[in-house]
């Protein structure tokens, strides 16, 4: 029963404390080693990049037990399920997805299923798992994955179910190993957390403050990353605009960008960015090194001050327009995307007209676009909402055809053109076709000869669609 249970607690997960991040460094108990000989791993990953990285520490982490992969659920001794709490539909998701595992527990009951993640921060999750889906032994929150060795040691030994959910964390675990799941493309975190504390989003309680990796660890990665062939990295955190901050040591995002930059590596990404604190060194750091991708992701999330201001965005429409308006004028040829978040409470008429207008004045390369979903324990949850759903629904569908229409303005520019991919791999949908991406980050099909993943190959253009382009290599 959830009782017996040490429960997070979003309450105490909203605190911050002053204190400087702890460094401290990864390692089991030799007991456990080869824990996992002659068994299986399945994981399943939900979310944003932040949890697509968690995984691979958690395969990495498997893989030193012993274990190892399979792509055969069926097949599996421990399944892991990595969860996203963002939106009410992807928890939805989840619950479906542990229900249908209950009929692989019964045919194998030996099997160990563990839920982690963004999910499992919530008391109310956690307490479900606990009352309604017996067939769950490990109950893991995301700050907790560096136990893994240690929840599955003691599931076998004392066949107790296990909870481990800390609401806080103030310490980086370093050195934790990691089973990338892409051989030419890698997540870097820079940094943990977010401070942002949006009114709507659950990210800061799940995911804790906000702290910055050491410049040395970050690098160090980089470098062996290189040395192992990869192409691209993408600089990962909530907000990487604030990269440093809490380190106190004047040394900021342009200054990593910078000395990444120096490392060699090819291409080089980094999200999200946060328009509140993106400054001028930033922009010039980014038009100064040539491996830094042409590509920005800023959000905006709505285009009215007045439900910005109720979002906690902390700037107005007219301060994102500025920001907006100077990194088009001085980086040009750069693809902008952005989120917008659709139906926030009692968003009026006028103001998604606003955000239409937004649209209309940032001509986005692509939007990712969201009708606002309630989270428990975040101050929106209790503003006063009474936009019927129907209208939020016509809204978001009004939204995602001013959004394409401008996606395939932009793309029409590489009509005929030759552009550089970095070839992800063969497409699922047809053989002899490859995907990969451009500096832009547009997604590109194309047909080629010889072609292998990781390759960055030139292609001609021969076909423009609103969310990708069509072409052939040239030699
Ligand atoms: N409802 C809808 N969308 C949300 N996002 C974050 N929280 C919510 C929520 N409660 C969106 C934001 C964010 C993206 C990752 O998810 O647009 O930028
Ligand atoms: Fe959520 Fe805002 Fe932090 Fe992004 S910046 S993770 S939207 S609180």
């Given at each position: 029963m959830a009782k017996d249970y040490l429960l997070p607690d979003l309450n105490d997960a909203r605190k911050r404390d002053k204190e400087l991040s702890q460094k401290v460094h990864f390692s089991f108990d030799s007991e456990y080693e080869g824990m996992g000989k002659g068994l299986y791993y399945y994981i399943i990953t939900h979310g944003c990049q932040a949890n697509q990285r968690d995984s691979e520490t958690m395969a990495g982490i498997l893989d030193a037990l012993g274990y190892a992969a399979t792509e055969d659920e069926k097949k599996a001794d421990v399944i892991l399920i990595n969860t996203c709490a963002v939106r009410q539909g992807a928890e939805e998701k989840v619950f479906g997805e542990i229900g249908a595992l209950k009929r692989l527990k019964t045919s194998n009951p030996d099997l160990i299923i563990g839920i982690g993640g963004c999910m499992c921060q919530e008391e109310e999750t956690v307490r479900t798992l606990l009352d309604k889906?017996?067939?769950?032994?490990i109950i893991f929150g995301t700050h907790n994955i560096s136990s893994l060795p240690k929840m599955l040691h003691d599931v076998y030994t004392t066949r107790q179910r296990k909870v481990e959910v800390f609401s806080k964390m103030g310490d980086i675990v370093e050195d934790m190993p990691v089973t990338r799941f892409m051989s030419h493309k890698a997540w870097v975190n820079i940094m943990y957390g977010c401070d942002k504390f949006c009114t709507y989003c659950i990210v800061p309680y799940t995911r804790g403050k906000e702290r910055s990796r050491y410049k040395e660890d970050i690098l160090l990665e980089v470098n062996q990353l290189i040395d192992q062939g990869y192409k691209e990295i993408c600089l990962l955190g909530?907000?990487?605009?604030?990269?440093?901050k809490d380190l106190s040591n004047d040394y900021g995002f342009a200054d990593l960008l910078n000395d990444v930059s120096a490392t060699g590596i090819e291409r080089i990404r980094f999200m999200t960015s946060h328009p509140w604190d993106f400054n001028d060194r930033m922009i010039e750091a980014i038009r100064n090194?040539?491996?830094?991708?042409?590509y920005i992701h800023l959000p905006i999330q709505s285009g009215s001050s007045k439900i910005l201001k109720k979002m906690n965005r902390r700037y107005s429409k007219d301060d994102y327009f500025a920001l907006f308006d100077k990194l088009k004028q001085e980086l040009p040829g750069y693809a902008f995307t952005t989120d917008i978040i659709v139906?926030?409470?009692?968003?009026?008429d006028e103001d998604f007209k606003d955000t239409l207008d937004a649209v209309d004045h940032c001509q986005y390369d692509n939007a990712y676009t969201f009708i606002y979903s309630k989270r428990k324990g975040?101050?929106?949850?209790e503003f006063p909402d009474a936009t019927p759903m129907e209208v939020k629904e016509a809204r978001l569908q009004e939204l995602n055809k001013k959004v394409a229409y401008y996606a395939n303005m932009n793309n029409q520019k590489f009509a005929d053109q030759i552009v550089e991919v970095l070839v992800d791999g063969i497409s699922k949908r047809n053989s002899n076709t490859y995907s990969g991406y451009t500096p832009e980050n547009k997604l590109v099909n194309f047909t080629g000869t010889d072609i292998r993943t990781g390759q960055i190959v030139k292609v001609k253009i021969t076909e423009v669609l609103s969310f990708s382009l069509n072409g052939i290599a040239v030699k």
């Open positions: 889906y017996h067939q769950v032994d909530q907000n990487v605009n604030a990269y440093g090194n040539r491996n830094i991708m042409p139906g926030f409470p009692d968003e009026t975040t101050p929106a949850a």
